[in-house]
């Protein structure tokens, strides 16, 4: 049975820590004290949403969701060491898709986006 066109939703409560942001920037050689824009996507491998992934590729047994494209926009500074809202849709887009789409919030405030499609690999 097909699952093209399954979606499902996602809330999560996430922080961007300053230990964790500090190794991540350290990891890209990026200058310290500056936060990497693409810090946010490490949340999506929580395993709530790998969950979800792996479910919408269910019908496609063994394939291995790999990345191939992302976007990440933030729309004002990513506040570090207070929880944020994680709003996840992910949907099963055609035969060999999965996307993922991302709001953080900082309580109602949109603090960025990420939008990223996973290849269903046999």
Do not use: C, N
Not at 11 to 28: G, W
Not at 30 to 56: D, F, K, M, N, S
Not at 80 to 108: C, F, M, N, W, Y
Not at 111 to 119: C, D, E, I, P, Y
């Amino acid at each position: 049975m097909s699952l093209v066109g399954a979606t499902r939703d996602l809330a999560l409560v996430v922080e961007a820590d300053a230990a964790s942001v500090a190794a991540f920037a350290a990891s890209l050689d990026t200058p310290a004290g500056r936060v990497p824009t693409t810090y946010p996507i490490r949340w999506l491998t929580r395993p709530e949403i790998v969950a979800v992934v792996a479910e919408l590729g269910a019908d496609r047994p063994g394939a291995l969701p790999v990345h191939e494209l992302q976007t990440i926009e933030m729309t004002s500074p990513l506040p570090i060491g207070q929880p944020l809202d994680l709003k996840v849709s992910a949907a099963r887009t055609d035969a060999i898709h999965v996307t993922v789409e991302a709001e953080i919030r900082d309580g109602g405030t949109l603090v960025g986006r990420m939008h990223a499609v996973l290849r269903l690999m046999p």
